[in-house]
């Protein structure tokens, strides 16, 4: 291949487009815009149908929609914030509009009777469906609606729709007379009814209104399926490349029986079936010369921690030190007294290391790890901080993947590298990765699922109830503690702030204690001391308290196996891997649990499929390729996996056909044509993405 002439896509500035100034150009740099080609590329993740008008009556919340009407009323209202509140009807149905920030101007041109067409899309809120903030025109004489779809690209502040949408017109149009190069070659794409790139190209930004809008809208379009290939096979060989990275890595070969045989003497169960199929799988893991990067899947209660504490003997006893890692303290705390409980036996001190620590037991922990007679430490996020130094780190287990950033994990990593050779490392985690972004976003990653519950574990029967019927489940609380079983009431609130969510929770506390004197409660949230916190908790472990009222704080890792029921309130709010997170502290013992979720109404559609998930069933697996559907796996890895990446334009499980295909593809183009790869992955990831590397 030749290099790059004077005039190509890759090599022309965006400087050259109309429109783009210095200032322009800085902004656009931000997203990664450089270049005619990346402006190509830089596709649109959604259309706006703005070709039709829907009936105010048949509005549904949460889908983008333009409504014509005529206004009824606005407002000024003065509720837990003053508003502007516009009300307009069509003859079918009558809708709110609500503005936080307006102007006296704005009111005024919102006059009774004036014709208003409105661009949004609806929400439930205080006035029925209302939309917040809306693109709205008046009349008397409206516009004629859009012909085509509005293509909506991926933005950053300070650049407008309106100015990419401008840019990929200038740049289609420079494409007539430039046709890009396929780097894929046609043979080894099959391009039976697919269009070539620069048609491709075209349709995506400009879509033509005599077109098949919902083919587009839905993804099923030739066109869409053209640059979804490519960008699959592109993410593809990101991965095929970085996998052969880790390839040329090497691990100490850990080898141990003794002691993981006499943990297991000492308990007064035996494992299940799957803990000891992945104990097995683990050990041929760490026996091998090239680091384990394994994913230990098992839902909550499934019992990985003691297959951790299996591994962590397996390399204490090949003389590694081994870190295990949890996202929070709690959490960490938990691990610790559980690895002390099963390692004192043995013979085997576990040290700790966590933010709040008194400075000389953060001495004594550093130094038992540097001289390496620390053989086992378990910890939070102070674990990457500079001080800690290992002597020999063989195995790094961490809790709860999802918590930490790619970033976090590989300093841990590099803390116990000699050369090339750095420590093997598990993740565990109950919040399992569909099969389909394991596949795409993991490559092949190895994966062990504990799919069988340790026995005598009864399914936990979730019901959700309006918040009309909270009275009876204050006396199922009642009922239920004088049987001796034990309660949590978990308060959500949309509000990310720590101050605002204990505060709700601190109402709540106080309400359950005028309903339910009878009984001892305990409250905990994000704002309280690591100690006071503890203290807290160990009431309510103990049995001391029989309620526990806490935030989201306790989604992870608390385990008190004689509580048997779980209330969950404004669940409806919540995602599916939180309520499954949250649910699992219940089902720990050998009652019957119950979980109750109690929602606000009107429902959104997503909302009521949530809930009917958990209502259906308790397995993680099902629930995570649940949640992927309803999120999509942007939001999956946009929320959960900060810093990884995202498909442009491909989506996972709409695609998931062309997952193999694109594998497939980008194994021959690294065998027959690797000088393509360096510059598809350039086109389509611009070094951007960072890989997930569990
Ligand atoms: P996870 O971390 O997967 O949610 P844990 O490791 O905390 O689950 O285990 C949950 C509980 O089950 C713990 O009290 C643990 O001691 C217990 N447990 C683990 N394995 C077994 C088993 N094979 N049989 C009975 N109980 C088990
Ligand atoms: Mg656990």
């Known amino acids: 291949m030749s290099p790059p002439a004077a005039d190509t896509l890759e090599s022309l500035a965006i400087t050259r487009l109309k429109g783009v100034g210095p200032r322009a150009a800085e902004r656009l740099a931000r997203l990664g815009l450089i270049t005619l080609e990346d402006v190509l590329f830089h596709l649109p993740f959604r259309y706006e149908d703005r070709t039709r008008i829907t009936p105010i009556g048949a509005l549904r919340p949460e889908q983008g929609v333009v409504i014509e009407g005529e206004v009824m009323a606005a407002d000024v209202v003065f509720g837990k914030r003053r508003s502007l509140l516009c009300k307009v009807a069509d003859g079918t149905g009558l809708v709110a509009l609500r503005f936080y920030h307006f102007s006296a101007a704005q009111k005024n ?24 903030h809306p693109e709205y025109q008046t009349g008397p004489d409206l516009p004629p609606l859009e012909r085509a779809l509005t293509p909506v690209y991926p933005t950053t502040e300070g650049v407008s729709q309106k100015l990419l949408r401008n840019l990929a017109g200038q740049a289609l149009h ?63 060989l990101g991965m095929l490349t970085k996998r052969a990275g880790q390839k040329a890595l090497a691990a100490p070969p850990l080898r141990g029986d003794t002691l993981p045989r006499r943990l297991l003497e000492n308990l007064p169960f035996t494992l299940t079936g799957a803990q000891q199929r992945v104990i097995g799988e683990i050990r041929a893991d760490l026996a091998r010369r090239h680091p384990a990067l394994r994913l230990i899947q098992g839902d909550v209660g499934s019992g990985k921690t003691l297959v951790a504490a299996c591994a962590a003997l397996i390399a204490i006893e090949a003389g590694h030190q081994v ?16 690895f002390r409980h099963w390692l004192a036996s043995l013979g085997i001190d576990v040290h700790w290391l966590a933010g709040g620590m008194g400075a000389k037991a953060r001495r004594d922990t550093l130094a038992a790890l540097a001289d390496g007679h620390g053989a086992m430490v378990v910890g939070t996020h102070a674990l990457f901080q500079e001080a800690v130094r290992f002597q020999r780190l063989g195995l790094i287990v961490i809790d709860e993947q999802h918590r930490f950033g790619v970033q976090q994990r590989l300093a841990l990593r590099e803390k116990g590298r000699f050369g090339n050779q750095v420590p093997h490392q598990l993740t565990l985690t109950a919040t399992p990765i569909p099969r389909t972004l394991a596949m795409s976003v993991y490559g092949d990653l190895d994966t062990s699922a504990i799919d069988e519950m340790p026995p005598g574990r009864k399914p936990i029967q979730t019901l959700a109830l309006p918040v009309s019927r909270r009275d009876q489940v204050v006396e199922r609380i009642r009922a239920a503690c004088r049987d001796g079983t034990q309660a949590y009431w978990v308060c959500t609130l949309i509000e990310e702030s720590d101050e605002l969510q204990a505060e709700a929770a601190e109402a709540t506390f106080e309400t359950l204690k005028q309903a339910l004197p009878e009984l001892t409660i305990e409250l905990v949230h994000g704002r309280l001391k690591g100690r006071e916190k503890a203290e807290r908790m160990a009431r309510f472990a103990s049995g001391a308290a029989q309620l526990l009222v806490a935030t989201t704080v306790i989604e992870v890792g608390v385990d008190v196996p004689n509580a048997s029921l779980m209330v969950m309130e404004n669940a409806e709010r919540l995602g599916l891997a ?17 979980c109750l979720l109690l929602y606000q109404t009107p429902l959104s559609q997503t909302a009521r499929r949530r809930l009917a998930v958990m209502r259906e069933t ?3 697996f099902v629930i995570a390729e649940e949640d992927l559907k309803l999120r999509g796996p942007g939001e999956w890895l946009g929320t959960r996996q900060t810093g990884e990446l995202a498909f442009r334009i491909a989506d996972l499980v709409r695609d998931e056909a062309l997952m193999s295909p694109a594998r497939a593809v980008g194994e021959s183009l690294l065998k027959s ?16 993405e960072d890989f997930a590397d569990v």
């Open 109 to 132: 041109s919102l006059e009774k009777g004036r014709a208003i067409r409105v661009y949004g899309e609806p929400r439930p809120g205080a006035a029925g469906l209302e939309f917040y």
């Open 174 to 236: 420079w494409l007539q007379g430039h046709p890009p190069e396929e780097l894929i070659p046609p043979a080894l794409l099959d391009q039976s009814g697919l269009p070539g790139l620069a048609a491709a190209l075209t349709k995506l930004h400009h879509p033509q209104p005599d077109g098949p809008v919902d083919l587009l809208l839905d993804g099923q379009h030739p066109a869409v399926k053209r640059l979804v290939m490519e960008e699959m096979v592109a993410h593809q």
């Open 323 to 338: 870190a295990l890692m949890a996202p929070t303290e709690l959490l960490a705390e938990q691990h610790l007294a559980n």
């Open 578 to 594: 939180q309520l499954h997170q949250l649910r699992g502290r219940v089902g720990r013992g050998s009652a019957q649990s119950y």
């Open 618 to 620: 308790t397995d993680g």
């Open 673 to 688: 044509y690797p000088d393509r790869v360096e510059r598809l992955l350039r086109r389509w990831l611009r070094g951007g």
